[in-house]
């Protein structure tokens, strides 16, 4: 089964924003007003037992300097700080954030509630629970590192899917991997990251949209062997993903915001 990777992950959204808030570029306000818009503005959220505004102050407090974005799947969970119980929350929800300057370190689990009927589009509140952490854990791939493991999984992917004539089937994907001009980025990143980290962050929403599209079927793959093959060369790509999206909102650095 592939990762679910959205084109702006809860957890990235408030680490870019909250970055650069830490870091005193933008108000309190943006970051909450980035956050909401992110998730279709209809989505409450809270920290700890506070409102977002006042847990996102309690943090400040506690001693915060960085947030860093942890997109944890089985078999990888490399970025996630200990200890056991804390790294199989992450690990359920799939995303966490990880606080670094309080002692010890914090970690923040996203969990979404649904209030009311999802047919009649009920409302849908955050909360992020505020655990603490074994220690930091080190950093990402640098963005140059993470870029070109990207590059290496769409040319492994985009030859597996043309061997298996997946285009036959559904030609978007593999439009998806060739397509060249990347859009903007979504709204994850605020001021204070450098221009790869866009175009980084953009390459990776794109390719999170394919793997949304592929996931849906087995394309052309009629046999076992094929849809194995197939998988595999998905499950390739969708961990490049991760990493560029988690490589993206760590490049944070002041010195970018006035560019």
Not at 72 to 100: F, H, K
């Amino acid at each position: 089964m592939l990762a679910d990777l959205p084109a702006s992950p809860r957890s990235g959204v408030l680490a870019g924003w909250g970055n650069a808030w830490l870091a005193g570029l933008v108000g309190l306000d943006d970051v909450i007003t980035q956050v909401h818009e992110a998730l279709g503005g209809s989505a409450p959220h809270t920290v700890g037992d506070e409102p977002l505004v006042l847990g996102l102050g309690a943090l400040r407090r506690a001693g915060a300097e960085r947030m860093r974005l942890v997109l944890p799947v089985p078999g990888d969970v490399s970025g996630l700080p200990g200890p056991p119980d804390v790294n199989r929350d992450a690990l359920t929800a799939g995303e966490a954030l990880v606080v670094i300057g309080p002692t010890p370190p914090l970690v923040l689990v996203p969990s979404v509630i649904v209030h009311g009927p999802a047919v009649e589009g009920g409302l849908e509140s955050v909360h992020w629970r505020v655990l603490r952490a074994g220690r930091v854990p080190p950093p990402p791939a640098g963005l140059r590192a993470a870029d070109h493991e990207l590059s290496v999984a769409i040319r492994q992917t985009t030859a597996a899917l043309v061997d298996l004539d997946i285009a036959s089937a559904r030609p978007e994907v593999l439009a998806l991997l060739r397509d060249r001009g990347e859009p903007e980025p979504g709204p994850g990143l605020g001021p204070g990251y450098p221009p790869n980290a866009h175009a980084l962050l953009a390459r990776a929403e794109r390719l999170a949209e394919l793997l949304e599209l592929a996931a849906r079927d087995d394309g052309a793959a009629v046999t076992a062997t094929e849809v194995s093959r197939r998988s595999a060369a998905l499950r390739g790509l969708s961990g490049a993903v991760r990493r560029a999206y988690e490589a993206a909102y760590d490049a944070f650095d002041p010195a970018y915001a006035s560019h």
